[in-house]
């Protein structure tokens, strides 16, 4: 046998042994995520928060036994591997219909609110960690911008913990928004256009956008749908400031490594959303990788909240929902305010 036949051997040998080791784990969390996906139909309830939660039910299986190893590669990378086909989903030649002067309104806002978080943390007592992820979270894309932040943020014994409430906050804004602000924007009189970009301007999730737009009507729910893609598209450029701005002046995390001056999860976003804007990506392949990616954040959120523990989060305390309430408000108040005066 030769030298390489031997190398490509024991890979493959690897693999293999890995895959049995994390099987038992990825299944119950791919099981978490079918669960919730199922009562998301039927309830009319966001399928991310319904996964953290049966996730954190769950919560012993990451404690002991043979599903502990495939819990934490699905948390994990699973997580990564959805949040990098989220580039799937963006394109040039949507964004470019908007109009240059609503783009920069958007990006704006993006940028505007992680500073007022940043900023507005010190008065809660909350240090720069805690205040990326939830501005980072509120500003671009919810639960999957939480999961890419915390990626690049050095870990400590209150990661995880910081993760869900993130998720679980921006969840529960976000679907009281979608039922909140249709019915603000008729208040205000809101042309369908101003509508869709305050809808997608300023509700975390995707799929709440998509609810909240096409309940005002079928232009409303194409503009907010259009605008949110652009906020999803800020997540590659945030991320890769801030892995610079950690990796040169944050304090070295526990285990003493820096993170990667771009994740590999992040270059996979951006060379998904530069073919599928050169459509070099048919359409049956960029639908599948897009729902392939809503299902892969769905097993990892479940995995997460199998991580959890429920005690830990109900610690964190008033002054971090104060936070988050305040972060959301902000970027809602900074997008309608934009919107009168530009159109």
């Not at 998904?272 to 070099?280: E, F, I």
Request: hydrophobic share 55%; glycine share 8%; with cysteine.
């Amino acid at each position: 046998m030769t030298s390489l036949e031997n190398k490509s051997s024991q890979l493959f040998a690897r693999m293999t042994q890995q895959t049995r080791i994390n099987f038992p784990g990825v299944i119950v969390a791919i099981m978490v995520a079918i669960a919730a996906k199922f009562l998301s139909e039927h309830y009319a309830t966001p399928a991310m928060l319904l996964a953290l939660l049966l996730g954190i039910a769950l919560s012993f299986l990451s404690e002991d036994g043979k599903t502990v190893a495939g819990i934490g590669f699905s948390a994990r990378t699973l997580l990564r591997t959805g949040v990098a086909l989220l580039g799937v989903r963006i394109s040039i030649d949507l964004m470019s219909g908007l109009g240059s002067e609503l783009i920069l309104l958007v990006i704006a806002g993006v940028i505007a609110t992680i500073a007022f978080g940043l900023l507005t943390a010190r008065i809660f007592g909350h240090k720069w960690r805690f205040a990326f992820l939830t501005a980072g979270s509120v500003a671009i894309c919810g639960a999957s911008a939480a999961m890419a932040i915390i990626a690049i943020l050095p870990r400590d014994e209150r990661s995880e913990e910081r993760l869900i409430f993130t998720v679980m906050g921006v969840t529960v804004l976000s679907t009281i928004a979608m039922i909140a602000y249709p019915v603000l924007s008729n208040y205000l009189e809101l042309t369908e256009l101003q509508a869709g970009v305050f809808l997608g301007g300023t509700i975390h999730d995707v799929a709440q956008v998509v609810g909240a737009g096409f309940s005002i009507s079928e232009q409303t729910g194409d503009t907010a749908t259009l605008v949110k893609l652009i906020r999803v598209a800020m997540l590659a450029p945030v991320v890769l400031i801030a892995s610079l701005l950690i990796r040169n002046f944050a304090e070295l995390p526990e285990d003493g490594k820096r993170p990667p001056i771009l994740p590999t999860f992040v270059i996979g976003f951006l060379v998904l959303a530069a073919l599928n804007s050169a459509h070099l990506i048919p359409t049956a392949v960029a639908d599948f990788l897009s729902q392939s990616s809503r299902w892969l954040l769905l097993v990892a959120i479940a995995a997460v909240g199998m991580k959890t523990n429920l005690k830990q989060i109900l610690s964190v305390g008033g002054a971090a929902i104060a936070l988050i309430i305040l972060e959301t408000v902000f970027i809602a108040g900074f997008i309608l305010a934009g919107i009168k005066i530009l159109t």
